[in-house]
Nanobody, 116 residues
């Protein structure tokens, strides 16, 4: 059974940092690209960051220079380090496995709230 389980969300002040983690079933981690989408209230879900099985990355323009995606193949985990957070980063963040524009598997989501 394929599972993606996110953790690390929470409330943070503007300018602060958070690190999201996503634990994946070993059966998919070694062959799938992974990444993160987010969805703010009243908005469409948008791709945030993507990392291939080989380690190549892509980012949304809105997070370039502030967010970093990485993966630990030994632990079957993918991470999203988020620095200099802004109120507009507030959203539910979803881990995914598969293609960047058409993921195959999704996690349940973790809330990130940036507010003073």
């Amino acid at each position: 059974q394929v599972q993606l389980v996110e953790s690390g969300g929470g409330l943070v002040q503007p300018g602060g940092s958070l690190r999201l983690s996503c634990a994946a079933s070993r059966s998919i981690f070694s062959i799938y690209a992974m990444g993160w989408y987010r969805q703010a209230p009243g908005k469409d879900r948008e791709m945030v960051a993507h990392i291939t099985s080989g380690g190549s990355t892509n980012y949304a323009d809105s997070v370039k220079g502030r967010f970093t995606i990485s993966r630990d193949n030994a632990k079957s985990q993918v991470y999203l380090q988020m620095n200099d957070l802004k109120p507009e980063d507030t959203a539910v963040y979803y881990c995914y496995a598969g293609r960047m524009l058409s993921p195959t598997y999704w996690g349940q989501g973790t809330q990130v709230t940036v507010s003073s």
